[in-house]
């Protein structure tokens, strides 16, 4: 359906009556939404107020997957749930609204999950991207100053469907892997483990910068690692970054 469109969702709801809605779509191209915010709104604000409004009306439930850019980067800790959100970009404003919305509409039946620094063995993607200039070029240079938590999609998916199965849990929560990193240190990562799998005839040389060297459209948070204690105290464990990374390669080779 078109979430932007508050009778196509109603009408799909209504039609499947479902327990659950799972919302994982969003506007994620960070830089574009910078001129292009009216469709960023559409999809990242007015998209989760629809749904929640027809989760609402129906009974359903809503799991509505956000972004640890709804944070600006200055604190020095990991973000819990409960954190003021200042988002510097529209993508992270736009997404902020949607979480509002479903929060007001659906507080008790709807869980936000913010998670960050997503990528998977398909699609478009830091992981996938950074391959293919190390194929091409052999050396890349990476931002060092921006820090976070590398997230495989499967990881994420795996603490969704623990959540779809906790009816009692709301509210806002994070889901990340474990562990902390910069781009660079996952650029590095990447380069290391895709040379042993034989992705790479050598391992490429990777050069830290400083993000002022690399300009984008979008201004960024230097530091948006998300506290997960929440969900670890219901059970959903997370395993560091790396462990993921590698396994992920290994899907790229293996297809």
């Given amino acids: ?118 990528y998977a063995a398909e699609g478009r993607n830091f992981v996938r991207t950074m391959l293919r200039v190390m194929r091409s070029s052999g050396s890349v240079r990476v931002v060092a100053d921006q820090i976070g938590t590398p997230t495989a999609a499967r990881s994420v998916a795996g603490a969704i469907w623990r959540l779809a199965q906790m009816r009692e849990v709301a509210g806002i929560h994070h889901w990340t892997d474990a562990g902390v990193a910069s781009w660079y240190d996952l650029a590095v990562a990447i380069a290391e483990e895709a040379a042993q799998l034989g992705l790479l005839s050598g391992e490429a040389s990777v050069t830290p910068i400083a993000a002022r060297e690399y300009p984008t459209p979008a201004q960024r948070p230097h530091y948006s690692v998300l506290d997960k204690q929440s969900l670890m105290e219901l059970g959903i464990v997370p395993v560091h970054w790396r462990k993921n990374l590698r396994q992920v390669l290994r899907e790229i080779h293996d297809a």
């Fill in 1 to 118: 359906m078109d979430i932007g469109d508050a009778a196509s969702v109603m009408a799909c709801v209504r039609a499947a009556h479902p327990d659950l809605i799972i919302n994982a779509a969003a506007y994620t191209a960070v830089d574009v939404a910078e001129s292009d915010a009216n469709t960023a709104r559409r999809i990242n604000a007015e998209g989760p107020r629809h749904l929640a409004s027809a989760a609402a009306e129906s009974g359903a439930r809503l799991i509505h997957i956000s972004t640890d850019f709804v944070f600006d980067g200055n604190a020095s800790t990991p973000y819990r749930p409960d954190a003021a959100a200042h988002p510097l970009n529209v993508y992270g404003k736009t997404k902020r609204a949607g979480e509002e919305a479903v929060l007001e509409r659906l507080a008790e039946r709807s869980v936000v999950l913010r998670t960050a620094w997503v």
